[in-house]
């Protein structure tokens, strides 16, 4: 299969990055139908065989608000008794303590809270306003640590909001630094509605560091609604970000924020950094291979351009 031709950019960039894949999680929670179980857990297989150093699995919300992934002890218990990969290691979406309950109940290390940067999306999203989001999640992340889990915590809207529009930077690092600061690892910043451009992801990233939170502990997170995603992982890039959230094939999107749609095809930035001489530890072959049994599976082509171009 075609590789990118290597050539190093001149500026000062990472050799390696880490991929968080999220297609299990963010791409089959958006998905009209609910994927069958097998189905999930050969996607997560095969995901992990082409080398996605870490893949979100599923989340533990409430069945009745993401149906596509009510399975998800059934899901976590087939991949444990088929062995062959450690389910423990497996990241999944917690928003509360109850999410919480059913994640130890499998022995999971690894969890996400998911916090928003406006009111509105906090409102529709996670039933609770902007300042009540943290009462949920301070004592889910509180007792997730002394159970000696790894926290990351997503912050949505944080480059446009569908309901209220643009979202000032300060609202934003704020937001994103009281859900740091109750004990998360890590933070990923979200363009869940895909409008945020490259000058104001380096603006973001900037003011986050500004704010005493250090670019190592920053992700980002893009969808491509508007065809930026891929020239806002480059931004990201030179200013420093070494995780970056994808999604095989392009799947994903939120099924409570208006208009958004895919996520970074995991294949379009693998194409980009392996061109820039960046390692991802990620088998290109393998991946599309993944994605385009997936497109079968689905009914419909994967809307990356990369996966497009080698299938
Ligand atoms: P609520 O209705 O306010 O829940 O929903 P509650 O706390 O009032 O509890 C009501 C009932 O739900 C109780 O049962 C609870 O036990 C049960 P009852 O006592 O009435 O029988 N319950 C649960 N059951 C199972 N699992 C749970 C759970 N929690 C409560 N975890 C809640 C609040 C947060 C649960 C709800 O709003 C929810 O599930 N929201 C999830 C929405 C979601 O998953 N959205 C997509 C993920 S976010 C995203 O995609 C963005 C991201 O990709 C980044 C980006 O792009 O920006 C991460
Ligand atoms: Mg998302």
Redesign the pocket.
Known sequence: MRQPQVEQSPAELPEQVTIWE?GP??GL??EKSVVDLETKAEFIRRLLAAGLPIVEAT????????PQ?ADAKELLEKLRDEGGLDHHDLPV????????D?ALELGMKHI?I?G?ATETFATK????SLDEQFA?FEPTVSRAREAGMDVRA?????FGDPWEGDVPIDQVVSVGKRLFDLGASQL?L????GVGTAGHVKRLLGAFGEAGLPIENLAV?F?DTYGQALANAYAALEAGVTTF?ASAGGL??????ES?TG?LATEDLVWMLHGLGIETGVDLEALVGTSVWMSGKLGRPSPSRVVTALA
């Open positions: 999220v999680r963010d929670q958006n989340s533990f919300v409430h069945p009745r608000w993401v992934l979406l917690v928003p509360n303590e109850r999410g919480l059913r996400a998911f928003s999203n996670l039933n609770r949920m997503y912050v949505s809207m944080c990923s979200g363009d869940t509605i997170h969808h959230d994903g999107g939120c099924p409570y924020a958004a996520n």
